[in-house]
């Protein structure tokens, strides 16, 4: 379904959401704000219909069955296919029978935000994950069991094999996997995000951003796998991360440093560490950001004014926009709107 997110709600059914969770969760994987018209696939299931009506790749059970219920958007791409879905505790078994009947050679790479958690396990071995922001890993071409403990929202992309192996003509050999490090926290986190402005939001995603989001997941894994990750490549992936945050969140006013060390549950020091050898800290990315929205939006539009753009390029006001701006560039937001005009320097000068 690519219709809008109320279209597929039947109230007249009831499952074992709670509606103040359901909403909450709505607000907060943006399903009202849309960035692009690109179709994605919407479903709500309840009850043994709903369990019946499952991808038939799967087998999910709950109990009691009456309780189920879960939203669903999914959307493939040329690459990977993104999720984003709230649902009560059930278990999601992969069996050898369904393994052998529907191949996937795919890797399921998620994290999940509210508190909880649950377990997989695959290949005798039992893995339990949880809040905040594990990363987990599982091979789709192998039988396992997922149990959420809670009611979870879990986000994720299924990438395939062959974009994360990094080895040619060599097996997958990885088993499950959670993790918590630093850098599997900070890849969980961007995860999230962009499983929700995709499938979601509809925003516009070209391959090279599916790729860099492999190789992105790659070095989250490859320290389980004994490939050639060093770690600065970590403090590399960070950095990257922390641009994307950046990207999606400077219109907020109140974004900041915290802010991302907090999208990546981690501490300020840490994430500064990660930045010890780039040109500019987390800090003067937000504020170049902001500023390079702010000089778009002087040129582009000449009927918007101070106030108007300081509030959508996350300046708290427009005192602060003109405090920031002639600080970098020597004039006032003003003035570089009529030199502009004038001719007198370059949009982009």
């Known amino acids: 379904m690519a219709g809008g997110f109320d279209a597929g709600i039947d109230t007249g059914r009831q499952g074992g959401l709670e ?3 359901l ?6 994987i943006g399903a009202d704000q849309s960035l692009g018209r690109n179709p994605t696939r919407y ?4 009850g043994q219909q709903g369990l019946d009506n499952h991808m038939e790749t799967f ?3 709950a109990d009691p069955v009456e309780d189920f219920e879960e939203y669903l958007y999914w959307r493939p791409l040329s690459q990977l296919m993104v999720f984003s879905l ?6 999601t078994e992969r069996t050898a029978e369904l393994v052998r009947r529907f191949r996937s050679e795919f890797v399921l790479v998620g994290t999940q935000h509210l508190p909880g958690g649950g377990t997989v396990t695959q290949g005798g071995r039992t893995f339990r994950y949880s809040h905040p922001r594990h990363l987990v890993a599982v091979n789709n071409d192998e039988p396992f069991v997922q149990v959420s403990n809670t009611v979870a929202d879990l986000a994720g992309v299924w990438v395939p094999i062959e974009l994360l192996d990094g080895r040619p003509n060599e097996e997958w050999s990885m088993g499950p996997l959670v993790d918590d490090s630093p850098l599997a926290r900070a890849t969980a986190a961007y995860i999230a995000s962009f499983a929700n402005d995709v ?3 509809r925003a516009d995603i070209d391959t090279d951003t599916q ?3 492999a190789e992105l997941i790659r070095a989250a894994l490859s320290s389980h796998r004994g490939d050639n990750f060093r770690a600065a490549d970590s403090e590399l992936y960070v950095r990257e991360i922390t641009g994307k945050l950046i990207e999606q969140n400077f ?3 109140t974004f900041d440093v915290e802010s991302i060390a907090r999208l990546l549950f981690l501490s300020r020091r840490h994430l500064y560490r990660a930045f010890a050898g780039a040109d500019q800290t987390p800090a003067v990315l937000i504020a170049q950001r902001r500023l390079a929205a702010a000089k778009a939006l002087l040129v582009r539009d000449s009927r918007m004014s101070l106030r108007e753009v300081a509030a959508a390029c996350g300046f708290a006001s427009a005192g602060t926009l003109s405090k920031r701006f002639r600080a970098e560039f020597d004039l006032t937001p003003s003035e570089f709107r009529k030199a502009v005009r004038a001719g007198e320097v370059s949009a982009d000068g």
């Open 19 to 21: 509606r103040s969770t």
């Open 23 to 28: 909403t909450a969760w709505r607000a907060r």
């Open 43 to 46: 479903l709500r299931r309840v």
């Open 59 to 61: 087998h999910v059970d």
């Open 86 to 91: 709230l649902r009560t505790p059930c278990t």
């Open 199 to 201: 499938a979601v939001r």
């Open 211 to 213: 790729v860099a989001v």
């Open 251 to 253: 219109r907020d006013p």
